[in-house]
């Protein structure tokens, strides 16, 4: 999990941008963007 480390983790995650996606992946969800500030993670 070392490359999600400047993720920020949140009761909910939301798209913050038009480039964001929402990923489920084994109950995590996440959102991945070409902004990394972006990223975000829950579960």
């Not at 939301?14 to 070409?34: A, D, F, P, Y």
């Amino acid at each position: 999990m070392h490359e999600f480390e400047n993720m920020k983790v949140r009761a909910s995650v939301k798209r913050l941008c038009e480039h964001c996606k929402v990923v489920r992946r084994k109950g995590v969800i996440r959102v991945i963007c070409s902004n990394p500030r972006h990223k975000q993670r829950q579960g």
